[in-house]
């Protein structure tokens, strides 16, 4: 349970073999946000939810999960602004929970960004292949997704580690254009689709609750239920939630914009800029597409795979659905360049604690990234996303965010109680009030979820801790008392 001192998180911002460029301004904070907000949510999770657990209701269920996802911005908003250094909650739970809470939190926020940018980047690939199939460009089953290696998701995460390991500046730029074209698509569905809503297919708004197939295994049905011993079923009041356990996938992001503290201009302004704005954006933008989607298509008939481009070719549009598939390629490129740039910066942060080997926190002299993590981050991300059948496993990232979520909210009260000296450019009002009622709605999602996702949960957290124990627990900074500076000077005389 030892803590980190916040004086002593930003004094180690400053030693030049670990120093990161100070170039993000609140703008590209925002854009950031935007960029991995706004992608598998609206592209892919729309239809599935909306036509097996929802209904019309789904934009509740996104209003439900934007509530969530408010609640803990909050949370976050305070911490960055006052410990503006790489790591977002890791980094924040160091300094007010202690180390072994910091650990969990960076061991979910891997989860999280790893497993996210692998999972976005099949997605990717499956409108990617349908985008060239439309514009006369076929691509070999065998190669794509589905196939027996999925060689345009590799591609994509080849490239957009070398983008990364290059310059967060230059990351931006390229994000910057991307989420000009996938806003531009995103409003174009919204205002050429409620040309073609039908009143009647929002009704009803809320289907009554129905029973799941009686041949569906019983790790398949989410804790509460099971826990409580409901029937398991669907739509109603219970598909709302467990529509919002799921669409919270749609959300994750805005912390990744906390991870890029130590390279903001002014990040006691900019950062709760960037991570309230961006939050606040994407929420209109889905409710009013999954509006949309609902109003278009009856939310029993919505294809779950490709649910907006399909709807418009339904109606006799094909054509939309081609720009529509550009944007997803657009819009899903940006989800993955800063996943994995957010997790470069998590796993960052926890070298340079000697969590993990220092070695990997070294910055490139040149570039001023951390380029021996984005490179290995790259490659492992790169053979899941080509060699591995993830399947729904987005869940597993909702859980170890949620997690994330609950921890950092708790470590706002904490921080307030034993350091109430520290200057906040941010405060999260109503506290401790807001703070709990944020922990418990993340609570109450992660119960939402499947039995099975929490299995794979318990299995994941078994690991992390075996490495910590194993590993980081004699070796952390704090255990061994060394500072950067003689960790490099050791560093170099070994060399």
Request: charged fraction near 10%; include cysteine; aromatic fraction near 10%.
């Amino acid at each position: 349970m030892r803590t980190k001192s916040i004086e002593q998180s930003i004094a180690d911002t400053d030693e030049p073999e670990y120093k990161l460029n100070k170039t993000l301004t609140a703008l590209d904070l925002t854009v950031f946000g935007v960029g991995v907000i706004i992608g598998a949510g609206i592209f892919t999770l729309t239809g599935r939810a909306a036509s097996t657990l929802a209904g019309p209701a789904i934009v509740l269920s996104f209003v439900i999960s934007a509530v969530a996802c408010g609640l803990a911005a909050l949370c976050y908003a305070e911490f960055a602004s006052t410990v503006p250094v790489s790591g977002s909650a890791y980094t924040f739970s160091y300094a007010s929970l202690g180390e072994i809470i910091a650990w969990i939190i960076g061991w979910d926020l891997l989860l999280e960004l790893m497993l996210g940018a692998s999972v976005v980047a099949q997605g990717w690939s499956t409108y990617a292949v349908v985008f060239l199939g439309n514009i006369g460009i076929p691509w070999p089953e065998n190669l794509g997704p589905g196939g027996t290696v999925d060689v345009l998701a590799m591609l994509l995460v080849a490239v957009l580690a070398t983008l990364v390991t290059i310059g967060i500046k230059e990351s931006m730029r390229v994000n910057m254009v991307l989420v000009g074209v996938k806003l531009f698509v995103v409003l174009f569905v919204v205002f050429a689709g409620i040309g073609f809503i039908n009143p009647a297919n929002y009704t009803p708004f809320i289907p009554p609750s129905a029973p799941t197939s009686s041949d569906a295994a019983w790790y398949l049905q989410p804790l509460v239920q099971a826990v409580l011993g409901w029937e398991p079923s669907a739509y109603g009041i219970g598909g709302i939630f467990a529509g919002a356990a799921l669409v919270f996938f749609a959300y994750i992001g805005f912390d990744v914009v906390a991870t890029t503290a130590e390279e903001a201009k002014n990040p006691q302004r900019d950062l709760p800029i960037g991570i309230i704005a961006s939050l606040v954006i994407c929420t209109v933008l889905y409710a009013a597409v999954s509006l949309v989607i609902t109003g278009m298509v009856k939310y029993d008939q919505i294809d779950s795979s490709a649910a907006l481009a399909t709807a418009f070719t339904k109606l006799g549009h094909p054509g939309y659905a081609t720009l529509i598939s550009a944007g997803a390629v657009a819009g899903l490129t940006t989800v993955v360049l800063t996943l994995m740039i957010g997790a470069s910066r998590v796993v960052f942060a926890m070298s340079r604690d000697h969590l993990l080997p220092a070695p990997l926190s070294k910055v490139h002299p040149r570039f001023q990234t951390p380029y021996v993590i984005t490179i290995i981050i790259g490659v492992i991300v790169m053979l899941v996303a080509g060699l591995t059948p993830i399947g729904k496993l987005e869940e597993m990232v909702n859980i170890g965010t949620l997690t994330a979520f609950i921890l950092v909210s708790i470590g706002v009260i904490v921080l307030r109680k034993s350091r109430p000296d520290l200057p906040r450019a941010f405060k999260v009002p109503f506290v401790p009030v807001l703070p709990i009622l944020s922990a418990a709605i993340c609570f109450w999602l992660t119960l939402n979820l499947s039995i099975e996702t929490w299995f794979r949960f318990v299995i994941w957290m078994a690991i992390g801790f075996a490495v910590y124990f194993l590993y980081g627990y004699k070796r952390s900074r704090l255990a061994t008392g060394e500072t950067l500076k003689q960790m490099s000077q050791n560093y170099d005389l070994e060399k």
